[in-house]
């Protein structure tokens, strides 16, 4: 009698006891919202990763509001898009504004220039304003403009905007000369011994690379030269058919900020870049010429040659997320949220397009570490 009465008394015991493994694993595994047809549809198959959990962190960056607005997203593995998704609006055939990317592009431009033998990259730049006698400018090499290293006074951002070189040279007193403007400015430091950052540095290159293709020195002739350099050497033979370049009204092409392209074509470079400077086994751009665009430049070990680094920033801020990803991915990266990122370990290229002010840029960069990061490294 005494032991069926004790049984009874520990039943409800035993049976809270049993319940506890099922209410523990209900709270380590918190459901997920369900994916859209939307989501789904966007991402293909893949061997090395599940579709569902790509389809959710390309649906993650679509609707993460801290991370502004993002128009158009390509993950590219192997040279094949395996995801592909683009907000209301949008499409495959939407030219995008790459902004600061074009530096990048800008970058290949002169690469291509010193293949041919009308640049050298560590000899002074024939800038005819830095050459008369005891110039300090005059000592400035390519190498130099391409890392970001010249020294000249250029102050990509300002408390007052309007007092930026990079707005006064886009849209103000510089705008009808930007390399003029851009050129004119004085060194702040010795050539080569500080990085600093500048829109103005990439507009001398692209007026260098008119300066080399043509000896008249009319806008339409300058405008001229280098779209055709630049559609015969680079943009045919990569197949980027739908990438625009403006032109300032002396004929300099506006590399550092002002071209746009269709998600695909930004797709295409930087499969470009992701293969050393070759297209299906054809090198357009000598490898070595990429090695350098991909290596640290002096000072910041975050920025190659006109190319972003995964790697830190010497004042803290990270554009990318070193340690959160191979050390050898780069990106060209733009105003307003604008990547290109490659990782050559993973064989893998992601494009997202869109509008996302300063703020929520450290929301977008962690959205696509979390993209990467569901690749593994050969």
Not at 111 to 134: C, F, M, N, Y
Not at 280 to 292: L, M, S
Not at 368 to 376: D, G, M, N, V
Request: charged share 20%; net charge negative.
């Amino acid at each position: 009698m005494v032991s069926r009465r004790r049984s009874l008394l520990m039943m409800p015991l035993i049976l809270t006891l049993a319940a506890l493994p099922v209410l523990s694993g209900c709270h380590s595994a918190p459901s997920q919202t369900p994916l859209s047809a939307e989501a789904l549809n966007a991402v293909a198959a893949d061997n090395d990763i599940p579709r569902e959990a790509l389809a959710r962190a390309v649906d993650d960056l679509f609707t993460d509001p801290s991370a502004g607005e993002t128009r158009a997203l390509l993950v590219l593995r192997n040279g094949h898009i395996i995801a592909e998704r683009y907000a209301p609006g949008y499409d495959a055939h939407t030219r995008f504004a790459g902004w600061s990317m074009g530096k990048s592009v800008t970058g290949v431009l002169i690469g291509l220039l010193v293949a041919d033998g009308r640049l050298r990259l560590d000899e002074p730049v024939p800038i005819p304003l830095w050459q008369r006698s005891a110039d300090p400018r005059g000592e400035i090499t390519l190498r130099q403009l391409l890392q970001m290293r010249s020294g000249l006074a250029h102050h990509e951002e300002a408390e007052q905007q309007e007092t930026s070189d990079t707005v006064r040279m886009l849209f103000l007193d510089g705008r009808d000369d930007m390399a003029a403007y851009a050129e004119s400015q004085p060194l702040a430091a010795n050539p080569g011994s500080t990085w600093n950052y500048s829109t103005a540095t990439t507009v001398i290159l692209d007026d260098l690379a008119a300066r080399v293709l043509t000896d008249r020195t009319d806008p339409t002739s300058r405008r001229q030269a280098v779209a055709e350099y630049l559609r015969t050497r680079l943009l045919e033979p990569v197949g980027m058919h739908s990438m625009v370049g403006e032109y300032d009204a002396a004929g300099t092409l506006i590399g550092g900020s002002m071209m746009q392209a269709g998600a695909h074509d930004w797709a295409r470079f930087g499969e470009f870049l992701r293969n050393g400077g070759a297209v299906q086994g054809a090198q357009i751009v000598p490898h070595a010429w990429i090695e350098f665009m991909t290596s640290p430049a002096p000072h910041n070990s975050g920025y190659g040659a006109q190319l972003w680094l995964n790697q830190p920033q010497p004042a803290g801020e990270e554009v990318l997320f070193p340690g959160r990803g191979p050390a050898n991915i780069f990106a060209c990266i733009g105003h307003l949220g604008q990547y290109v990122v490659v990782s050559p370990d993973q064989r893998l290229t992601i494009v997202r397009l869109g509008k996302t002010d300063a703020p929520g840029r450290a929301a977008v960069v962690n959205h696509l570490a979390q993209i990467t990061a569901l690749f593994p490294s050969d």
